[in-house]
């Protein structure tokens, strides 16, 4: 009894007392949570500027020649006049004058380098260089399948990020497919001398490394996002937007102005440095980042309890026959379908239609088709916004929002695409149209992009991987597409009209599936016995 009341003696009376002899921990001006974010914002980041190399190399790497040459459909006409009579319609008439003239002085200045045409182009057993700058005399036929090439390796790329991202974990994933991604970039000049075929197995091996970010930043999302902040960790994902806002610029201008061999080496360069980056700064769950706070890492925690498994799932737990026969999942996989076939569109076209068919200069190409993508951009960051707060507000239900939001990033989209055809060579009317079809495709991160977390939070990353393989698909479509239907006729504006008319009607339909077939719950599937709970089961 007195060795009680001496103890409580030199216990302090007063609470605040106490206080200071309670260690508490540091509290961090950048939450983990944050960098996280950002670290995968600057993953998809560096993915797409690999994945876009080709598609914006093609334009000065290939001679145009043969079906390859266009000098695009909008040369100065007689009716300048009349155009410049009713400019105050369309401010930009003025604008579209100017870059017809300048367009004009280009081509009838480049009929002397005519006759040097054949010395222009690489010879086929020339020696290979470090910087040569000169065009390979490949047919159309090669480009489209330089292009779509990177796909052949994405789509089995994806189901094997899904499998990585569960077996190693998403950040060594990210990590070392990244290395391949960048030294395999780096050498790419070198293959194209040694020839085509080269060059395009190069391109399959980026494309099989670029498959894995995804479904592994799903991983990571589903373990570091809070419910009601999932939909901004999934527009952190739309940092392969802002990856090609960047890059249809820089690597435009590089090509144009320093060699286009350049446009290989200097973004390859930059990957390494952002590499040693994720190396030092990512970490798969709260659970395992040595520099989280507890106050943040109980937070989390707390939020995500009854639907994300604090220990990773191994692959013998994964449903994978509930998932393969889950309705929901496969109306999911038909909306990213839609979503990837207009994304892939933009990507692996769009240069080839404003430089081939309308006629602009390569480094004018770049920044007109890096528009769009900063519509996107700023789009997805107000709808990824918005989400969590109906989310959070309980407004309408979760299913509800994810069908809802198609009909912006899906339909919507589909009718500006159309328009695009038939505005012609009214450049800045044309550029408007792309900017509003790709910008409210945005709200795929409340849609599609989401839809996988709400489905199965603990298998986000392998279901993500799966639909984004056979998303990935409509890749290796577009591109020998777009090279039948308007390539090898020299891109007339006709047919890219049939072009833009197929782009429209494969999201609208896939669209359509969703909403039909959706779902925005948590699938029974998502919460699988281990082997040890059933024997358990079992035995009792």
């Known amino acids: 009894m007195e060795e009680s009341l001496r103890k409580s003696r030199r216990m302090p009376s007063n609470t605040e007392e106490l206080l200071p002899l309670i260690p508490r921990p540091k509290k961090k001006w950048i939450p983990a949570r944050v960098l996280i974010c950002v670290m995968m914002f600057t993953a998809c980041w560096t993915n797409y500027m690999c994945r876009l190399q080709m598609p914006i190399l093609a334009v000065p790497m290939i001679k145009a020649t043969g079906g390859n040459a266009s000098e695009g459909v909008c040369k100065q006409t007689e009716d300048s006049r009349f155009r410049r009579a009713v400019s105050w319609l369309d401010p930009g008439l003025e604008l579209e004058d100017y870059i017809l003239s300048r367009r004009a002085e280009e081509m009838a200045g480049g009929a002397r380098f005519a006759r040097d045409a054949d010395e222009d182009a690489r010879p086929s057993d020339g020696p290979i260089e470090l910087l040569n700058g000169k065009p390979f005399d490949w047919k159309p036929e090669v480009r489209g399948q330089l292009i779509a090439a990177y796909s052949y390796g994405n789509v089995p790329g994806n189901f094997l990020g899904g499998l990585m991202a569960v077996r190693w974990g998403p950040k060594a994933a990210i990590l070392w497919t990244s290395i391949v991604a ?180 390569l480094s004018k190409g770049g920044i007109a088709a890096s528009l769009p993508w900063a519509g996107r951009l700023l789009l997805g960051f107000f709808f990824s916004w918005a989400g969590d707060v109906i989310k959070r507000k309980e407004i309408v239900s979760l299913t509800v929002l994810r069908k809802g939001a198609t009909v912006f990033s899906h339909f919507v989209p589909g009718i500006f695409l159309i328009l695009v055809g038939y505005v012609g060579c009214r450049f800045v009317l044309a550029n408007v149209f792309l900017v509003l079809a790709l910008g409210f495709n945005g709200a795929a991160a409340i849609s599609n992009l989401s839809n996988n977390q709400d489905l199965s939070p603990n298998f986000a990353g392998f279901i993500y991987g799966l639909m984004n393989t056979i998303g990935s698909m409509s890749g290796m479509i577009i591109s020998p597409l777009v090279e039948e239907i308007a390539g090898k006729y020299g891109n007339p504006i006709e047919k890219w009209q049939i072009l833009f008319w197929i782009g429209a009607g494969v999201c609208i339909l896939c669209m359509v599936i969703f909403i039909i077939g959706g779902s925005g719950n948590i699938q029974s599937w998502n919460e699988v016995r281990s082997e040890e709970d059933a024997e358990r089961g079992r035995t009792n």
């Open 182 to 361: 960048a030294v395999v970039s780096l050498f790419s000049p070198f293959f194209a001398q040694m020839h085509w075929i080269v060059l395009l197995l190069s391109r399959v091996v980026i494309g099989l490394t670029g498959g894995v970010t995804f479904p592994a930043c799903h991983s990571l999302v589903a373990q570091w996002a809070p419910p009601d902040e999932k939909s901004r960790f999934v527009w952190s994902l739309l940092g392969g937007t802002f990856g090609t806002i960047l890059t249809y610029p820089m690597v435009a201008m590089i090509a144009e102005n320093l060699k286009w061999e350049n446009g290989w080496y200097i973004p390859s360069l930059l990957m390494f440095v952002w590499i040693v980056f994720w190396a030092v700064l990512t970490y798969d769950s709260p659970a395992e980042h040595p520099g989280i706070s507890d106050e943040e890492k109980e937070h989390i925690l707390q939020a995500q309890a009854g639907t994300v498994r604090a220990k990773k799932p191994s692959l013998k737990e994964t449903p994978i026959k509930a998932i393969l026969t889950s309705v929901p999942f496969l109306s999911l996989v038909c909306c990213h379908f839609g979503n990837l076939f207009l994304l892939f569109f933009y990507q692996n076209s769009m240069m080839l239609y404003l430089t081939k068919a309308l006629g602009f200069q």
